[in-house]
């Protein structure tokens, strides 16, 4: 890919993914969870927040359109099952909003921006396994960036990409951040 | 956050806000089948007891189980403080058992603050004689929001909200508390009571006064009703009680001047029949039983605040 150097919206780093490149790798990726759940019977999302949850909406909406299904769709947040808690001052809350239907028997595909330690997700399960039982647990990222601490792979990855565990990788959405890209840079925001 | 919660002056409006923020997303795990979260593992909470309590203890040791944590219960009733052990000898074994978190009730005003510098984990003041009772502030302020700005959500504030706080306010830890916290998020607050159960600095209190409650209640968002606290009165403050609950009681006919929306608020325990009415105390408008429920969420979110995340860096020093 020829991702040229620029700025967007003031920020520093390259763009590794634009809107079109991110629209059509959730567009793959909502196939893809159509065809390995065998037409996403019993399906539901679980985004991760702050930026898994409107990916998952996402992916809940191309579902929608391609089979004409409704897919349950909600959040689940891990701050109080992580296990860097001590690390860092206690910090604010995300919603745990569970569809009604709930997650019993079902396969809940665990969406989450960034893919890096695998320690989120690590904490994503056991959270969820709080909340119910289901029969299969996936997993759904939009970036994949290496440098696993913890035996988890993704079962769908909108993109891989090999990084420095110096670099920083910024997923921006227009719902969280008015705009859509994935940014590489060596520094940035804590995340 | 500071390290403590002594007082609601604590508390800057966004501190506040990020507990009754914290609140809220913990409320849901009441809902769920396994009402319990792995947070504070292996912290260790102590419940010191020096004055008779049923909802504060309670709620305080449910919400530290619900989050995992060790709970060590102490009343001063069967223990060496009854064979005349000091506070400070009581904290300093504490300390020695490893406490991270003290809950201290006390009938003396500043025990809690005296608290805070002996031990090394961080104190939360759950009752100081007659000065502050910060927790049960901030419960308060999450059931106002929960029943007036429900759909405001996360960030919102009690602004213009009316709160008329009624009766012993001299003995009350509870409207010291209440009067702070609230006017932080906004609300305009009101006391009503008869000059004598009104404390002497009452005028330096970020709030309004007013010796009748029948002018104030139509314009009232929230009616907080406190107990008439005989324990600790010491002199005659008002002729009797049956004048006392015709001039200052909540019953239905009082009730019935409030505005449609409008909440009844009791810290509890309540005198039936003096400060409320006991058909009021059971209306719909009351939110009394929902008080003690949100009590352990907002107590869990303090606790979560306080103790779940990295070691406040004084304590290293």
Same mark, same amino acid.
């Given at each position: ?49 702050t930026?898994g ?28 099952? +992580? ?11 995300? +919603? ?70 110096r ?25 | 956050m ?39 593992r ?17 709620s ?78 901030l ?9 007036l ?72 968002d929230?009616?907080?009703?406190l ?15 049956r004048e ?6 909540l ?67």
């Amino acid at each position: 890919m020829d991702a040229t150097a620029h700025s967007v919206a003031g920020r520093d780093g390259l763009a590794v993914l634009d809107a079109e490149e991110i629209r059509r790798a959730l567009t793959r990726i909502a196939h893809e969870i159509l065809e390995r759940t065998h037409g996403g019977d019993e399906v539901v999302l679980l985004g991760i927040p702050t930026r898994g949850v409107p990916l998952a909406r996402r992916l809940a909406a191309r579902i929608g359109e391609f089979e004409g299904l409704e897919v349950p769709c909600g959040s689940l947040d891990v701050t109080m099952h +992580r296990d860097d808690l001590r690390l860092r001052p206690a910090r604010a809350l995300g +919603r745990t909003d569970l569809p009604p239907s709930g997650v019993d028997g079902k396969t809940v595909v665990l969406v989450d921006d960034v893919l890096y330690s695998g320690r989120t997700v690590r904490a994503a399960l056991d959270a969820l396994t709080d909340l119910g039982r289901p029969r299969t647990v996936q997993l759904a990222v939009l970036v994949d960036r290496g440098h696993r601490e913890l035996p988890i792979r993704a079962d769908y990855v909108g993109k891989n990409l090999p990084t420095s565990q110096r670099e920083v990788v910024h997923v921006l959405l227009t719902e969280v951040d008015a705009q859509d890209a994935v940014m590489i840079s060596d520094e940035g925001r804590p995340s | 956050m500071k390290r403590h919660l002594i007082s609601a002056a604590d508390l800057s409006r966004g501190d506040a806000l990020l507990i009754l923020d914290t609140a809220e997303e913990l409320a849901s795990l009441a809902d769920r089948p396994i009402k319990k979260l792995p947070t504070l593992r292996g912290r260790t909470v102590v419940n010191l007891f020096f004055e008779d309590s049923t909802r504060t203890r309670i709620s305080f040791e449910a919400a530290a189980k619900r989050l995992s944590a060790d709970v060590i219960n102490f009343s001063a009733k069967g223990s060496s403080v009854a064979k005349g052990e000091s506070l400070k000898d009581t904290a300093l074994t504490l300390e020695a058992m490893g406490a991270d978190a003290v809950v201290i009730r006390h009938s003396a005003s500043g025990a809690a603050h005296r608290l805070a510098g002996w031990v090394r984990g961080s104190v939360v003041n759950a009752g100081d004689g007659t000065h502050e009772h910060p927790t049960q502030a901030l419960l308060d302020a999450f059931t106002i929001r929960r029943k007036l700005r429900a759909s405001s959500g996360r960030g919102a504030g009690l602004d213009g909200i009316r709160v008329t706080i009624v009766g012993d306010v001299l003995h009350s830890r509870v409207a010291r508390s209440n009067v702070l916290l609230l006017s932080s998020l906004g609300a305009e607050v009101t006391l009503a009571a008869p000059p004598t159960l009104l404390p002497l600095a009452v005028d330096t209190w970020p709030c309004a006064v007013s010796y009748d409650l029948d002018t104030e209640l139509p314009k009232s968002d929230v009616v907080m009703m406190l107990r008439v606290q005989q324990e600790r009165m010491t002199a005659a403050y008002f002729p009797s009680v049956r004048e006392y609950s015709r001039r200052y009681g909540l019953d239905a006919a009082r009730m019935a001047r409030l505005p449609e929306h409008a909440i009844v608020m009791h810290p509890g325990p309540m005198n039936r029949g003096v400060e409320i009415a006991a058909e009021v105390a059971d209306s719909a408008r009351s939110t009394i039983v929902e008080q003690v429920a949100n009590g352990v969420t907002t107590r869990m979110a303090v606790l979560y605040l306080l103790l779940g995340g990295t070691e406040f860096p004084e304590v290293a020093s």
